[in-house]
């Protein structure tokens, strides 16, 4: 089963890891960012190693991007950000777990200061006939 | 000869190659990549030499040779003489009679499967090596198969192989009392794999390898080397009754039809005739398991011509005994729709009270689709609609949800109102 997890982030200057680069952030010392480097670390190494991590992307400043609309006579270009939204989309992973016990068990830990993690499942083009 | 000729001889022979090279050189790693090259050279010689009296010999050998000059090169620049030295010469691989080869031959591919199921892997590794190295499909199928990059599956293979080295997995057939764990961890990969791809026929088109079938013909490989395994029996024919529906159960739009609803013309039969007649023998013989009775509840949907000819009451008795045997909030489920048929849906709908409850199986679609047909049996259609969208909303399956959508609409239409077009289903989300 694939889940996506979706990193949203407001680093301020943005830039990657967005826990540096948050309020929220800059008010650890470095020594529990380096704790938490670590355990992130770990993390994936777990997880690779497990054959559950997937795919993994980071995401450019939202102010780079460029927003189609749609409309009847075509589409509709204009310049980023998207929403005016205080946390903005920053990047994320897939992962293929067995379970869902599992894949929250590795989201909750992508939670970081400054932000919020959204654990999503990926749906998929078969099914069940019972 | 032609490339799928070469193919076919290939895949074939590839379980027994490999598990030849392993058992005499023990490193996973280079026997598979001698065994590679050795399908070179074959691809190279096969289509001008002809095809060799022996295929599985001829790859055996060059691959064995590609082993050893691969050990001496190493041990001239490390000098460790007493390692090639140790190492099976090339012709004791090969049987020496086709009587005793044939049963040697099925033990290595037995050997191979437990070493690709041991219990150091996660369960997505043990599924991925035995589709590499037992089944011998290639990385590249695999990931397309299981919808993720080829880079990643290359990488969750290799690491498997290394996970085996680092534990030290020895290639051989587990001691005695690991055996009937090991095989059970067989079955459970054979059958992830089944039911991944029986649950994704959908989309067969896309594949050039239906996992379905691929699980089916390692199931019968593994049949054929534990013929006593009442278990490995029941599998089989779980499989097969399953199977035996496929061309039922998508409609031409790509859409899903619920058991109940399948033309059973459509049934293959002699599938039929084999899994009845698989789980009927198994039944008496043994301690009686899991997969045996999930196989023996197929058979009665399978024997019921008309939907409304299901022994039901026979199939609640077996959700039962399953229940005693594995209890998991997936069979209650299961069981509760049984007591719905046999004794009205309110009889049913007790059963879920506690499943609702339950922290796991209430975000499962599952539990609420079941909820809202219940409901809708007993007349209570507003309840039922809503109890279709809550379940709408947790599917993941896309024409499961496009189904549950369509129940949940007020007025309920029989079919959707747009057609599905044959294309959305190549939009897999996990492909780009």
Redesign the interface.
Known sequence: ??YVILIHANPDPWGHPTSIYSEEGRALPPEQHEEMDRQFEALLTEI????????AEALADPVSATLYGWTARGHLATEGPYAEAKEHLAGFF?I?C?S??RAEEIAAQFAQPGGVVELR?????????? | MTTVGLEQVWRECAPDVLAALVRGYGDFDAAEDAMQEALLAAARQWPTDGLPENPKGWLITVASRRLVDQWRSEQARAGREQLVARRTPAEELLAPAADVAAVGERDDSLTLLLLCCHPALTRPSQVALTLRAVAGLSTGQIARAFLVPEATMAQRISRAKSRLQQVGARFGVPAAEQMSDRVVAAAHVLYLVFTEGHASTTGAGLYDVLLADEAIRLTRRLQECLPQSGEVAGLLSLMLLTDARRAARVRRDGSLVPLAEQDRTLWDQPRIREGVCLVERALPTGPVGPFQLQAAIAAVHAEASRAEDTDWAQIEALYRMLLDLAPSPVITLNHAVAVAMVDGPTAGLDRLGPLLQDPQMRRHHRLHAVRGHLLEMDGRAEEARASFAIAAGLATSIPEQRYLNMKAAPRDPVRPAVPIPEHSRDQGPAQS
């Open positions: 089963m694939k690779s190693a497990s054959g559950e991590f997937v795919t897939i293929d067995a869902r016990e499942p990926v749906m998929w083009p078969g099914g069940d006939d019972q």
